[in-house]
T-cell receptor, first 116, second 110 residues
Framework: GAVVSQHPSRVICKSGTSVKIECRSL??????MFWYRQFPKQSLMLMAT?????????EQGVEKDKFLINHASLTLSTLTVTSAHPEDSSFYIC????????????FGEGSRLTVL | DAKTTQPPSMDCAEGRAANLPCNHS???????VYWYRQIHSQGPQYIIH???NNETNEMASLIITEDRKSSTLILPHATLRDTAVYYC???????????FGKGTSLLVTP
């Protein structure tokens, strides 16, 4: 299947700092990418939909000014957690659409953020 | 998207077939059935998807009932590495996100 890579896989930061997570589609172009968050023992929750060259669409309850998403190219989307707090500690996962009408979504390995 | 119902957990002996059921009684005609799995602390992995015909690939088989209100994912010879949470998701088409439910936690035992 298509490969989606996330970086970093783990990050620890101090409260109040900002953290950027990158999501790359390695062998295909992705006009649409999705960002999810997963808390321990819970399912994945969609945060936002990212379309190349346009503003992201955020799900209800997700602060767009706190979770900045940039999808500047067909192979790269970034999620920046601004002024991170301990409650932002979570597993962040991106996914990218691989072509075709019934195109499967392929997921990155996830990025575990710990805010101290 | 239509909601799905899956048992919260299942056990399967190594080497046996694992049959994971999913109910999607409100599925509409243009919705596909997707199966993903998530091994602990990893991103979800695509397994298989279908519209109304049964599908098979190197990982699994997908059996969809004629009325499309339910489906079964079959792992023909389960291994310990198949221990994961399996998600059944229905989705209209490409361009839309996958909405994850709670899935089925499959434990494959020696």
């Amino acid at each position: 299947g298509a490969v989606v890579s996330q970086h970093p896989s783990r990050v620890i930061c101090k409260s109040g700092t900002s953290v950027k997570i990158e999501c790359r589609s390695l062998d295909f172009q992705a006009t649409t990418m999705f960002w999810y968050r997963q808390f321990p023992k819970q399912s994945l929750m969609l945060m936002a939909t990212s379309n190349e060259g346009s503003k992201a669409t955020y799900e209800q309850g997700v602060e767009k000014d706190k979770f900045l998403i940039n999808h500047a190219s067909l192979t790269l989307s970034t999620l920046t957690v601004t002024s991170a707090h301990p409650e932002d500690s979570s597993f962040y996962i991106c996914s990218a659409q691989a072509g075709g009408y019934t195109g499967e979504l392929f997921f990155g390995e996830g990025s575990r953020l710990t805010v101290l | 998207d239509a909601k799905t119902t899956q048992p919260p957990s299942m056990d399967c002996a190594e080497g046996r077939a694992a049959n994971l059921p999913c109910n999607h009684s409100t599925i509409s005609g243009n919705e596909y059935v997707y199966w993903y799995r998530q091994i602990h602390s990893q991103g979800p992995q695509y397994i298989i998807h279908g519209l109304k015909n049964n599908e098979t690939n190197e990982m699994a088989s997908l059996i969809i009932t004629e009325d499309r209100k339910s489906s079964t994912l079959i792992l023909p010879h389960a291994t310990l590495r198949d221990t994961a949470v399996y998600y059944c998701i229905v989705r209209v088409a490409s361009g839309y996100a996958l909405n994850f439910g709670k899935g089925t936690s499959l434990l494959v035992t020696p």
